[in-house]
C-alpha cells in the first residue's frame, strides 16, 4: 500500500508539472525575448512611483518616450500583440504575424522622425494565445502592465479580438484590430479600438449581388456556418440582406467550431436543393466543407465561404477548392493607387501594392494573403496616425486616428467616429475571389467581383466544371 | 426519405468505427475491470501515427497498410502503459486505477501539446466515392466500416480459437482459477490491455483518413465509447460493435429531423435512459 501511495503522488506531481508546463505563456522569439528585456528594465523603474502616486495602470514606458521627444533623440515604442502560434487560428494569424513583422522590420530601418527631430523606432512583444480566449485576457493584460506596450496591435479572429478589446479599454490603450471583421466589438462604447477589416456585416453580400449578377434566375440559399461569433454576425446580416433582395433562405444551421463531420450538413444540403451554398467560419473548418462537398459529389451551383479560398493553403485541396468563391480583404491584383486616391479625393499613404508584395515575397517567399496585408496595415494607420499627431502621446495618436482617411496599398481607411460605434471600419471594401485553373491546369485565385475588379470571369455554375 | 437514408448510411459507417474504437474500452473492462480513461489520448495517437507514417510529410506509406504498423506500435504501447500504470494498481480500489490512467491521458496530452501542438492536421488521402441510388459512400469511410469488421472477426477468432484468447477469456472469467490452471495472468493481462489499446488505435488511425484531427480530438471518440460500452454491454466487445452501429445510425437519423448540434444531447439522454432502465446493456456485460 505504501508503494501504491507513493506511485499515486509521483504521478501527481508528473501531472502537476504537464499542467504548469503547458500553461505557462512563452515569449515568441529569443530576439523578442531580450528586447522586452531591455524596454522592461526603465519601465519598471518607472512604474513604481506611478503606482504610488495614483495606481492607474498607465503604461509606464509613455513617460520616458515623452522625455526623450524633448530632446530630439530616438525613442523606442513598444506595440503588444498575442498571434495564434498554435491551435484553430494558426494559418491565418500567421499571415497577419508575417505582415506585421514586415511593417516592423521596414519601420525600424529608419524609423518615423518627428517634427521635433526625434526619431520613433518600434518594438515588439508578442505570445502564443494558443487561440484561445480564455488565454488572450490575461496575455494583452501582462502586455499592458508588464511589458509596457504602448500600443496594442489585436490577436487573429472577432472572439479573441473581443476578449482583448475589452483588456486594451480597461488600461487605456489604443488597438489597431485586424482580423477581426465582427460588428458587435465595435457597439460596446469602445473609444480605444480601431477595425482595419470590413465590418462582418458587409462581408457575405458581395457574394450574393455576385451570385444575382451570374444567375439572376437563382431563388434559394443554404447557410451552414460556424457557430462563432463571426461567423454567425456575418450570416446573419446576410441572410437580412439575401431576403431583403427576395432570396428564400432554405437552410440555415451552425455547426460546432471543432466539428470535422460534415455529412449531417452535406445531407440536408442535398435535400434543400439550393441554387447556392454560403457561408464557413474559418480556415479549418471551411476547408473541410470544402472538401467533404466536393468528395460527396454534391450538386451545388455556386459555394462561396468565409476565410479559407482566400488562404493560399486553400489550393492544397486540389479540386475541391476549384470554383470556391471567398470574400476578401485584400488581393494582390487589388488596384490601389496614388491616381485611384487622387480620384477619390483621400490621401495616398504607405508602399504600393506591388512595393508590399515583393518585400513581402523577399521576406517569406510566398504571395502574401489578406491576413499578411492586414498585418502590415496595422502598423502602417499606426505609423500614420503617429506621423500625423506629430507625437507618440496616446490622446494625441488616437485623435489622429480618429481623423484618418487615406488609401493605402491595403485600401481605404477610415474608422467611425460616432459613440455609436466608434473605430467601425467605414471606408473600406471587400473584394470576392474564385480558385481557378490557368492554361497550365494549375490552381490560381481570380477576383471575381466587383467588376471593376475583375482579373477574370467567374466561372459558374459548378457543376459545369470538368 | 432520400436524406434519411443517405444520413443513415453515412451514420452507419461512422458507427462500425465507433464501435471498433469501443472494442477496445470495453475488452479491458472486461477482462481486468479497468476503466481506461487513456482511450481518448490513444486514439489520437493513432491518429498522429497515421499522419506521420502515411502524411504527405511523412513516410508517404499507403494508410492501409500503414494500419499494421499502427496496430503493433498500439499493442506494444499498451503493454508499456499497463505496466507502468495499470499492473501495481490493479488489486487496489477502482479509484485508484481510474486516477491511474487518467494521469496516462493528462501526460499523453501535455506532451502531445507541445511537441504536436492543438493545430489541426489533416491527411489529404481520398479513394473516391460509390453511388447508390440517391446515396453517395465515400470510399475512405466505406473501407474503415469494411476494416472494422474485419478487425472485429479478426478478435473473435483470436478470443474463440487461439491458446492466448482462452487464456484472455480464462483471465477474465475467474483470474484466481486460471492462475490455478497454470495461465500467466500478468502476461495475458498485458497482452488484454495491449489488444485494447491496439483497437483504440486502429480506429484512430482510421478515422484520420477522412477526418481532421488534433491531439485533443480522441476526447468526443472517448465519450462516444462510453456511451456505446454502455449500450452494448460492459466488458462485452460483440455488444460494443453493435452499440457503435446503433449510435451512428442515431447520428445518421437525429439530424434528419432536428438541428445537428442536438446529436450529442440525444446520445446522452440515451446513455441516462439505458444506465437506468437496463444497465447491462443491450446484449448483457461480457466475462
Not at chain 1, 152 to 167: E, Q
Not at chain 1, 250 to 259: K, N, Q, R, T
Not at chain 1, 429 to 437: G, I, L, S, T
Request: proline share 5%; glycine share 10%.
Amino acid at each position: 500500500m505504501k508503494r501504491l501511495s507513493l506511485f499515486v503522488m509521483l504521478l501527481a506531481l508528473i501531472f502537476t508539472a504537464v499542467q504548469c508546463g503547458g500553461s505557462a505563456p512563452a515569449p515568441a522569439a529569443p530576439a523578442q525575448e531580450e528586447a522586452k528585456e531591455e524596454a522592461a528594465a526603465p519601465a519598471q523603474e518607472e512604474a513604481a512611483p506611478a503606482e504610488e502616486a495614483a495606481a492607474e495602470p498607465e503604461v509606464a514606458s509613455e513617460e520616458p518616450a515623452a522625455e526623450e521627444a524633448m530632446t530630439g533623440e530616438e525613442t523606442v515604442v513598444t506595440i503588444g500583440y498575442t498571434a495564434s502560434k498554435t491551435g484553430s487560428q494558426e494559418v491565418p494569424s500567421r499571415g497577419q504575424t508575417h505582415g506585421l513583422e514586415l511593417w516592423l522590420d521596414q519601420i525600424n530601418q529608419n524609423g518615423i522622425t518627428l517634427a521635433d527631430g526625434t526619431v520613433v523606432k518600434f518594438q515588439a512583444v508578442t505570445y502564443d494565445d494558443e487561440s484561445a480566449k480564455e488565454r488572450v485576457q490575461s496575455l494583452y493584460t501582462t502586455l499592458v502592465e508588464q511589458d509596457g506596450a504602448n500600443f496594442l496591435i489585436s490577436p487573429y479572429s472577432s472572439g479573441l479580438t473581443d476578449a482583448a478589446a475589452v483588456i486594451a479599454e480597461t488600461y487605456g490603450t489604443t488597438m489597431i484590430t485586424t482580423g477581426a471583421a465582427s460588428d458587435d466589438t465595435y457597439k460596446k462604447g469602445l473609444t480605444l479600438v480601431y477595425q482595419l477589416y470590413t465590418p462582418a456585416s458587409r462581408y457575405l453580400t458581395g457574394a450574393i449581388d455576385l451570385l444575382a449578377s451570374l444567375n439572376p434566375d437563382a431563388k434559394k440559399i443554404a447557410f451552414v456556418y460556424e457557430n462563432a461569433k463571426f461567423s454567425t454576425d456575418v450570416v446573419s446580416a446576410a441572410q437580412e440582406y439575401a431576403e431583403s433582395k427576395g432570396y428564400e433562405v432554405v437552410l440555415s444551421e451552425g455547426y460546432d467550431s471543432e466539428a470535422t463531420d460534415f455529412a449531417p450538413f452535406i445531407n440536408k444540403i442535398a435535400a434543400a436543393e439550393p441554387d447556392a451554398v454560403m457561408g464557413g467560419g474559418h480556415f479549418n473548418d471551411g476547408s473541410t466543407f470544402a472538401r467533404q462537398l466536393h468528395e460527396k459529389e454534391t450538386s451545388v451551383e455556386f459555394l462561396a465561404l468565409l476565410v479559407a479560398p482566400p488562404e493560399l493553403d486553400f489550393a492544397e485541396l486540389g479540386d475541391a477548392a476549384l470554383g470556391v468563391v471567398g470574400p476578401s480583404q485584400w488581393e494582390p491584383q487589388a488596384n490601389y493607387t496614388q491616381e485611384a486616391a487622387d480620384a477619390a479625393g483621400v490621401e495616398w499613404y504607405g508602399p504600393t501594392v506591388a512595393d508590399f508584395v515583393s518585400a513581402y515575397q523577399d521576406k517569406y517567399g510566398e504571395e502574401p494573403g489578406y491576413h499578411a496585408a492586414g498585418g502590415f496595415a496595422s502598423g502602417l494607420v499606426l505609423q500614420q496616425a503617429i506621423e500625423a499627431a506629430g507625437s507618440v502621446d496616446p490622446d494625441a495618436v488616437r485623435a489622429a486616428l480618429d481623423g484618418t482617411n487615406i488609401m493605402t496599398f491595403y485600401g481605404n481607411v477610415q474608422f467611425n467616429t460616432t459613440p455609436e460605434a466608434h473605430g467601425l471600419q467605414e471606408a473600406h471594401e471587400m473584394v470576392y475571389v474564385q480558385w481557378q485553373k490557368d492554361a497550365d491546369g494549375n490552381l490560381v485565385k481570380q477576383v471575381v467581383w466587383p467588376v471593376e475588379g475583375q482579373s477574370a470571369e467567374p466561372i459558374y455554375p459548378l457543376a459545369q466544371i470538368p | 426519405m432520400e436524406q434519411l437514408i443517405a444520413s443513415l448510411a453515412d451514420g452507419l459507417l461512422l458507427g462500425f468505427v465507433y464501435g471498433l474504437a469501443a472494442m477496445g474500452l470495453t475488452l479491458i473492462f472486461g477482462v481486468m475491470d479497468v476503466i481506461n480513461l487513456a482511450h481518448g489520448p490513444i486514439i489520437a495517437l493513432g491518429m498522429f501515427a497515421m499522419f506521420f507514417i502515411s502524411g504527405a510529410t511523412g513516410m508517404g506509406l499507403n494508410p492501409y497498410l500503414a494500419l499494421v504498423i499502427i496496430a503493433i506500435l498500439g499493442l506494444l504501447f499498451g503493454v508499456c502503459i499497463y505496466f507502468i500504470a495499470v499492473h501495481r494498481v490493479l488489486n487496489a480500489p477502482h479509484l485508484s486505477s481510474l486516477l491511474s490512467t487518467f494521469s496516462v491521458n493528462m501526460m499523453i496530452i501535455g506532451v502531445g501539446t507541445a511537441i504536436l501542438t492543438t493545430t489541426p492536421r489533416n491527411l489529404v488521402f481520398s479513394i473516391g466515392s460509390i453511388s447508390l441510388g440517391p446515396v453517395t459512400l465515400l470510399g475512405t469511410r466505406l473501407v474503415a466500416a469494411l476494416i472494422a469488421i474485419l478487425v472485429a472477426a479478426l478478435l473473435y477468432l483470436f478470443l474463440y480459437r487461439t491458446q492466448p484468447g482462452k487464456a484472455i477469456r480464462a483471465v477474465s472469467n475467474n483470474r484466481a482459477a486460471a492462475e490455478l490452471m497454470g495461465i500467466p495472468s500478468t502476461q495475458t493481462l498485458a497482452l488484454s490491455f495491449g489488444i485494447g489499446t491496439m483497437l483504440a488505435s486502429i480506429a484512430g488511425g482510421l478515422i484520420a483518413t477522412f477526418f481532421s484531427f488534433t491531439i485533443l480530438a480522441g476526447g468526443v471518440y472517448e465519450l462516444k465509447s462510453f456511451v456505446i460500452v454502455v449500450l452494448g454491454g460492459l466488458g462485452n466487445p460483440t455488444g460494443a460493435l453493435l452499440g457503435g452501429l446503433i449510435l451512428g445510425g442515431l447520428e445518421g437519423i437525429a439530424p434528419v429531423f432536428m438541428p445537428v448540434s442536438w446529436v450529442p444531447v440525444i446520445e446522452f439522454v440515451l446513455f441516462v435512459v439505458i444506465l437506468m432502465v437496463r444497465p447491462t446493456g443491450l446484449m448483457g456485460g461480457g466475462r
